[in-house]
Nanobody, 119 residues
Framework: VQLQASGGGLVQPGGSLRLSCSAS????????MYWYRQGPGKQRELVAG???????TYADSVAGRFTMSIDNAKNTAYLQMNSLKPEDTAVYYC??????????????WGQGTEVTVSS
């Protein structure tokens, strides 16, 4: 199983980006998926997450600006980021807890996609 994150880039303050995180391989179901980020000189922080059967939750710093969703048919999570600020500049990582077999649940990490918010 692999996670592939994409969609990062350079955007001006106030702009938008949509990140994608696709899981490939033999996947029975998605238990939960999360987006983390690590800014320059900062620790990695949880940005948003969705657990199976639950609504998305967000860090206070992004609530109201970011929206996370999951397309279970595509095994893909999205993070729609609007009204971006320079402090959103970071490498964004996706994390997933996946069921890959009977009683077999594992955590996986994507490789990260870089987001730079600058004029």
């Amino acid at each position: 199983v692999q996670l592939q994150a994409s969609g990062g880039g350079l955007v001006q303050p106030g702009g938008s980006l949509r990140l994608s995180c696709s899981a490939s391989g033999t996947i029975v179901s998605i238990n939960a998926m999360y987006w983390y980020r690590q800014g320059p000189g900062k620790q990695r922080e949880l940005v948003a997450g969705i657990s199976s059967g639950s609504s998305a939750t967000y860090a206070d710093s992004v609530a109201g600006r970011f929206t996370m969703s999951i397309d279970n048919a595509k095994n893909t999570a999205y993070l729609q980021m609007n009204s971006l600020k320079p402090e959103d500049t970071a490498v964004y990582y996706c994390n997933a807890n996946l069921q890959i077999g009977v009683f077999r649940n594992y955590d996986y990490w994507g490789q990260g996609t870089e987001v730079t918010v600058s004029s």
